[in-house]
């Protein structure tokens, strides 16, 4: 439209020519004249299709560069959006866990005092045990007293047994002296029953004093059967 304006003669709003004053249109001007404003109006075209062409190509690289900083947000948000997801499963799992966990801490919890109350118990009776123990220890030393004690009178009543063994002997031999041991024997069973009495009743000892006592009772079965045969 500019350009038929032009040739027409009336001048566009972008053209440089000036009229001289006294002159007439551009319809009066020569083909010369016509020719200079197409150049010059050729001329401005072309620059600003260059500009245009520059500016488009630097709109398309703009493009272009926006275009690869959109691709590589999308594909940092699928990336998040994979992340994200990935964060909420683990999530739902490390729920799940702390879920189990705490069931678990409550299952110890009542374990533990369980523990703690056998605990205590196995300290009571440990205490009684070692009360028990003592008294067993205390028991024993009396029984290792008492044993002394019996093996000490044992030793002396064999002594005396022998002894008494011994003057038998030399009875039967002399059947005419007679050797008045009565008053000995009584003190022999005077002093095992007085040792009987030192004892407890479920003591072993009493059993070492039985074997004495019946030693004691043979050796007064000789002592008669003696007085018996010096009699007759």
Do not use: W
């Not at 009066?28 to 600003?48: D, M, N, R, V």
């Not at 966990?101 to 045990?129: N, T």
């Amino acid at each position: 439209m500019k350009f038929k304006k032009f040739l027409s003669g009336h001048p566009t709003d972008n053209s440089n020519v000036r009229q001289n004053p006294g002159t007439n249109t551009m319809s009066g001007t020569s083909a010369e004249g016509k020719l200079a404003a197409l150049q010059s109006y050729f001329q401005q075209t072309s620059e600003k299709c260059h500009d245009l062409h520059c500016n488009l190509q630097k709109a398309k690289r703009e493009c272009a560069n926006l275009e690869d900083i959109k691709s590589d947000l999308q594909t940092k948000v699928v990336d998040q959006d994979k992340c994200i997801l990935e964060l909420k499963h683990e999530l739902a799992k490390l729920q799940i866990a702390k879920q189990s966990l705490e069931i678990e801490k409550g299952e110890l919890i009542k374990s533990l005092h369980i523990k703690e109350e056998q605990f205590a118990e196995l300290r009571r009776q440990l205490g009684s045990k070692d009360k028990l123990i003592h008294q067993q220890k205390n028991q024993f030393d009396d029984a290792v007293k008492n044993l002394s004690l019996a093996n000490k009178a044992k030793a002396s009543l064999t002594t005396r047994l022998a002894d008494q063994d011994r003057k038998i002997a030399l009875l039967e031999q002399s059947r005419s002296q007679k050797i008045p041991m009565r008053e000995e024997l009584q003190v022999v069973h005077d002093a095992l029953h007085s040792l009987r009495s030192g004892f407890r009743r479920n003591d072993p000892q009493h059993h070492t004093i039985d074997t004495l006592e019946q030693s004691f009772s043979l050796l007064m079965d000789r002592f008669r059967m003696a007085d018996r045969k010096s009699v007759v």
